[in-house]
């Protein structure tokens, strides 16, 4: 069976995404760590990666790919360390923004099978009047906010074959900016109490 683009988009993404996590697990790369030296960037200095960075990372990553369903228990506590070793929030963010789109797209796929099983045939993509197209940037940009709507919506549009080409961009906006919306002040929050001494 051929592929389509959409199809190869997703699969690629997926890929992506475990590759990253491959990567960073099994390699030395070298992160720098803003959080301990702001006073002076010109002394910043490279550290490599602890196992502890390296198991917290996939501990996100697969955390993140879970449906919010499943999201049963919080990892606040091992994110919240790995920042506390240095690692930087700004790659944080990154990483966390692909985990949650691996997820997404996951439940894209789910919602393609059941509609594979649900009509016998995978069918055509959406038209371009389609809702999902026609709202994509407020639906899918905060489908990271909405918890277990937004996997719901992940899965419907799968299920009516949005184009993931299209959507993919949006999610990523909102993942990035629903990472950077808890990373960033408990960096700020472990920074204030460096500076307390605390």
């Keep these: 069976m051929k592929k389509t683009n959409e ?6 993404v997926l890929i ?3 590759s990253i996590s491959v990567v960073i697990y099994f390699s030395d790369i070298t992160l720098y760590s803003l959080g301990d030296n702001l006073p002076e960037l010109e002394t910043i200095m490279p550290t ?3 196992e502890f ?25 091992i994110q919240t360390q790995l920042l506390q070793s240095g690692f930087s929030p700004h790659i944080l963010v990154v990483i966390t923004a692909f985990a949650l789109l691996g997820g997404q797209m996951i439940l894209y796929v789910v919602g393609m099978f059941v ?12 038209s371009r009047s389609h809702f999902l197209h026609k709202y994509h940037f407020l639906i899918f940009a905060i489908v990271p906010f909405i918890g277990i709507l937004g996997d719901a919506v992940m899965l419907f ?3 009516q074959r949005a184009s993931p080409l299209k959507i993919i961009p949006y999610l ?7 990472s950077a919306r808890w990373i960033y002040p408990a960096m700020a929050q472990l920074e204030f109490g460096r500076f307390l001494g605390v």
């Design 7 to 12: 199809e190869l988009a997703i699969i690629g």
């Design 16 to 18: 992506f995404v475990l």
């Design 48 to 50: 490599e990666l602890t």
């Design 53 to 77: 960075q390296q198991f917290a990372i996939l501990i996100g990553v697969g955390y993140d790919m879970l449906p919010t369903v499943v999201q049963q228990f919080s990892i606040g506590a």
């Design 115 to 126: 509609r594979k099983i649900h009509k016998g045939s995978i069918g055509n993509l959406a």
């Design 157 to 159: 549009a799968g299920h």
């Design 172 to 178: 990523l906006i909102g993942n990035a900016v629903a």
